[in-house]
């Protein structure tokens, strides 16, 4: 009986220790494991992303724009991403600013998902031509799939505006100096390059009304085509001026005039529609 109970002893001893060395093992693999998981993940915090791409946008050239540059990046993989300074001046000598850009795009997300979804919120847009101005606060939602090339396969986006101002605007022959929309409001669709205007409201005492229409893209984008009809509030300030000859164009249900755009983005034909 005793040998019994002495074999059994020796056995549990030896489980004992051959359990204990097996734990210590598996404790040192799984510190390892912390270490390398903890070393990549700072890596991935504090490697400085922003300056090799702020370094990389202002160093190179791009066959869309003339010129491009970024003022400061303070960018994260994970999202929560301030960009200042950026100013863009596209081939037909447009410029487009923006004094600073708020985004939780997560990188990661983009690379390895191929999906493009984040708030952006920008402060002090400013999109100039020859001509013309266009100035505000933009907020916008985007959700958009990418393909292997990042180039957006389809998706949506809603996108909002606060104080926008429009300068030098000119509409078959009628010229608006300044005008002011307090708000505005859009919700846009893009799928087999076509981008659809589902809805987009805009109001203000000075011009207030609707948009709907498509803009189906080509390769070349100023000779993608137009289909827009704007319906405006002939309540509009901005229109008081030219009242006698727009009452022909009024829509006595609506109290709106409508104006027809097609042609391309280089070459628009703008019409207004005569009432019924």
């Known amino acids: 009986m005793n040998k019994i109970k002495n074999k059994i002893l020796h056995f549990l001893t030896h489980a004992k220790k051959f359990l204990k060395e097996a734990l210590n093992v598996e404790k040192k ?3 390892l494991f912390l270490f390398a998981a903890s070393f990549i993940l700072f890596t991935l915090i504090l490697f400085p992303f922003d300056k090799l791409l702020l370094g990389r ?3 190179s050239k791009f066959p869309q724009f003339k010129s491009l540059s970024i003022e400061n990046a303070d960018i994260s993989l994970f999202g929560l991403d301030v960009i200042t300074g950026i100013d863009m001046v596209l081939l037909n000598n447009n410029r487009l600013s923006v004094s ?4 939780d795009l997560s990188f990661l ?14 402060n002090k847009m400013s999109f100039k031509t020859l001509k013309s101005e ?48 307090k708000s505005l409001d859009s919700k846009i ?44 509030s002939a ?3 901005v229109l ?14 609506s109290n709106t005039i409508t104006i027809e755009i097609t042609g391309t983005v280089s070459t628009p034909s703008v019409n207004l529609k005569k009432s019924q």
């Open 29 to 31: 693999f799984f510190y």
């Open 57 to 59: 946008i202002n160093s």
């Open 100 to 103: 600073e850009l708020k985004t």
């Open 109 to 122: 997300k983009l690379y390895f998902s191929r999906k493009f979804d984040g708030n952006f919120y920008i």
């Open 134 to 181: 266009f100035a505000g606060k933009v907020t916008a939602k985007c959700s958009f799939k990418l393909n292997d090339k990042y180039y957006p396969l389809g998706g949506e986006a809603d996108i909002s505006g606060e104080n926008v101002i429009l300068e030098g605007v000119s509409i078959k022959g009628f010229d608006f100096e300044k005008i002011t929309i």
């Open 189 to 232: 669709a893009f799928e087999n390059n076509i981008i659809s205007i589902k809805e987009f409201m805009f109001s203000g005492r000075d011009l207030s009304g609707k948009i709907r229409g498509t803009i189906r893209l080509n390769s070349v984008f100023r000779n993608s085509g137009l289909n827009i009809t704007i319906d405006i």
């Open 235 to 237: 309540a509009s300030t």
């Open 240 to 253: 008081k001026d030219f009242e006698m000859f727009l009452n022909q164009y009024i829509n006595p249900n």
